[in-house]
């Protein structure tokens, strides 16, 4: 019993936790200029952040490390800076994106403009990091998380043809300017294959002390949770592609498609679409500021917990609040949230062979793993979506800046 | 070395295959242009029904009238399409800009304007896009 309600939690943090502001406003993007088109980049993501989550979590449970620490132990502490800055970079970036799809919402709301929230919200995240425990936090974002369902429901509501929808599940030729759909595919990918992600389970996975039982546990949750997720960034692309794009509206900015809701929702809508945006964005800071100080305490060796107090890991402490003050900076610059958000999904893409290769290295290692290393169908999947995302990214990211 | 080099060309020749066309770069920015007139003109509809904050639809003018003047002036100087297009959209352009300042300062979008602008310069879009630029710049007019 105690088992089930374990899983029925991973799910539920899974589904709370997914949608951020990459997920979103990548999806809207999609929708909007592509209708279904770009719904299989959604699916490859999906199944290959399940196979990621899944492996280090079967990591965690078996070695009891986290990634960075069996990383660090396994190739060195001077192979282990370079996937370290990456990740960190990546973070930052993304983290900022995040901070700034919160205020945003918050100007969406208010009419207030986002520069005035900026501080606040970044005050906000730091506030919950000090005071909060690594549970309530997680629990506390799954739970108001839960509140992009909406888009599900709204996707429902319009009625898609479904078969038209299950077509797009496998890529097609686009229909029209290749580079943006490369490049909007690319962003679907970096969005929902988060790097930041996988080694924040692997440090909740430690934190909450998974052993083998929890095995099967962590294998549920990694596909079905992440599955459900990703039903939240689907069902957003369905109701972009049939609410903003008959018209026209290409939501080349978050203001564009803020009204998105107001069709299947009526007044609710907007509200929805600004809580969800608002709630996405902080969970999602939440866990890329406290990944930033996990990844760093683990590759230096320091004293690492969210369930500490402040005093007991004052470096831990100090690093999730150096990433929050740097990550304030561009909103603070005026940098638009959504083109924040593009850069840094695609730079996520870029980066991700760096930090999942290595994990691949480690998952196939018998002596750490013993029976429990990968399959050839996981590192196949992995190695094909990595090699696929990171050759579309390669492709488009110049062209874009070619284009732009 | 050899291998190097021959996934550098391989790469290289994929990424001038993808790359898009300067028609193609050019009737993006114009539809982004077109895109505020229609987000515009779809949210006032909105408050009309009291579906969305008057707050926001005076937030949504303003950035739209930032965003369509950049665009404005990334239209104009976009040397690779002939001027009598750069032109057409770029006074396009500066006719939604002004219409979303009205709008503004009016706090009601000024629909038929933004309508108006929003499908000629959908119409400019769809003739670049077609490759027939000069022929777009006098059928728009």
């Known amino acids: 019993m105690k088992k089930l309600a374990n899983i029925a939690l991973g799910i539920l943090t899974s589904v709370g936790g997914y949608l951020e502001v990459g997920s979103m406003g990548t999806a809207l993007q999609a929708g909007a200029a592509y209708r279904y088109q770009l719904l299989w980049a959604i699916v490859a993501g999906t199944i290959c952040v399940a196979f990621l989550v899944e492996m280090t979590g079967r990591l965690a449970a078996v070695s009891h490390h986290t990634l960075v620490d069996a990383m660090r132990k396994h190739f060195g502490f001077t192979f282990q800076i370079w996937p370290l800055t990456a990740q960190i970079v990546v973070d930052l970036f993304v983290l900022a994106s995040e901070i700034g799809g919160a205020s945003l919402a918050l100007e969406l709301a208010t009419g207030v403009s986002i520069r005035v929230w900026v501080i606040p919200v970044a005050v906000l995240v730091w506030l919950v990091l000090w005071l909060g425990s690594f549970g309530a936090i997680e629990r506390g974002v799954a739970v108001l998380g839960l509140v992009t369902l909406c888009f599900v429901l709204a996707a429902l509501w319009l009625h898609p043809d479904w078969r038209d929808v299950a077509r797009h599940v496998v890529p097609r030729r686009p229909d029209r300017d290749p580079a943006q759909y490369a490049y909007l595919a690319v962003g679907i990918l970096g969005a929902t294959i988060s790097p930041y992600l996988v080694s924040f389970y692997s440090s909740g996975a430690v934190e909450e002390k998974w052993s083998l039982k929890d095995l099967m546990p962590n294998r549920i949750v990694a596909g079905v949770g992440m599955g459900f997720g990703s039903t939240v960034s689907a069902a957003i692309l369905i109701v972009a592609a049939l609410v903003l794009a008959p018209r026209g509206i290409l939501a080349g900015s978050y203001e564009q498609a803020a009204a998105i809701l107001t069709v299947p929702l009526g007044r609710w809508g907007f509200w929805l679409f600004c809580a969800s945006l608002f709630i996405g964005c902080v969970g999602a800071a939440f866990e890329l500021a406290l990944d930033v100080s996990y990844i760093t305490a683990q590759t230096f060796g320091w004293n690492w917990s969210e369930n500490q107090k402040p005093a007991a890991g004052p470096r831990f402490s100090l690093v999730y609040t150096a990433a929050i003050l740097v990550a304030t900076v561009p909103s603070l610059l005026g940098i638009d949230p959504l083109k924040l958000t593009m850069f840094s999904m695609a730079l996520t893409v870029v980066m991700l062979p760096l930090i999942t290769a290595p994990l691949l290295v480690l998952m196939n290692d018998k002596r750490l793993l013993k029976r429990y290393a990968n399959g050839w169908i996981t590192n196949v999947a992995v190695v094909v979506i990595i090699l696929l995302s990171f050759t579309l990214a390669v492709l488009a990211i110049p062209v874009q800046i070619m284009g732009a | ?141």
């Open chain 2, 1 to 141: 070395m050899i291998r190097k080099a021959r996934t550098l060309v391989l790469l290289a020749a994929a990424t001038f295959a993808c790359s898009p066309s300067p028609n193609a770069a050019f009737a993006r920015k114009v539809e982004q242009a077109a895109s505020w007139a229609a987000a515009a003109e779809f949210a006032d509809s909105m408050r009309t029904a009291g579906r969305v904050p008057q707050g926001y639809i005076e937030d949504l003018f303003e950035h739209g009238a930032e965003d369509v003047a950049e665009l404005e002036k990334q239209v104009s100087a976009d040397e690779h399409m002939p001027a009598s297009v750069r032109s057409r959209a770029s006074t396009l352009c500066a006719r939604l800009a002004a219409a979303f300042r009205t709008s503004t300062e009016a706090k009601a979008a000024n629909v038929g304007e933004l309508r108006t602008t929003g499908a000629e310069l959908r119409r400019l879009a769809v003739a670049v896009r077609s490759g027939a630029a000069d022929e777009a710049a006098g059928a728009v007019r």
